[in-house]
């Protein structure tokens, strides 16, 4: 059974740093990609970044770059977001997904690709 399960989020302030973690089961984690997105209240599910098995990282979000950054860790079945500099706008519930395609990462972000995650954990950048 597939399972991803996000952790680490929390209320911060403007400029500070979070490192959310995926732990995940149920497959083997060194043969996927892994896309975090987000979902801020009232909107849509944004991509932020993807991570492929081959540990290249795709943004999918250009106000994250320079920001955020995207690690894994096979031997722990973890993949980490880094957030660093956080401002308001990155307030979300954030989310670890498995993708339709795989190993690799996609160009784009694409909702109805995703497979699986998990219940999400919410960040809250605030002064």
């Known amino acids: 059974q597939v399972q991803l399960v996000e952790s680490g989020g929390g209320l911060v302030r403007p400029g500070d740093s979070l490192k959310l973690s995926c732990e995940t089961s149920g497959f083997s984690l060194d043969t996927y990609s892994i896309t975090w997105f987000r979902q801020a209240p009232g909107k849509e599910r944004e991509g932020v970044l993807c991570?492929?098995?081959?540990?290249?990282?795709?943004y999918y979000s250009d106000s994250v770059e320079g920001r955020f950054t995207i690690s894994r860790d096979n031997g722990k079945h973890t993949v980490y977001l880094q957030m660093n500099n956080l401002k308001p706008e990155d307030t979300a519930v954030y989310y670890c997904?498995?993708?339709?395609?795989?190993?690799?990462?996609?160009?784009?972000?694409?909702?109805?690709?995703?497979?699986?995650w998990g219940q999400g954990t919410q960040v809250t950048v605030s002064s």
């Open positions: 991570i492929s098995a081959y540990e290249t990282i795709t």
């Open positions: 997904a498995t993708e339709s395609l795989g190993s690799h990462c996609r160009f784009g972000f694409i909702e109805a690709q995703l497979r699986s």
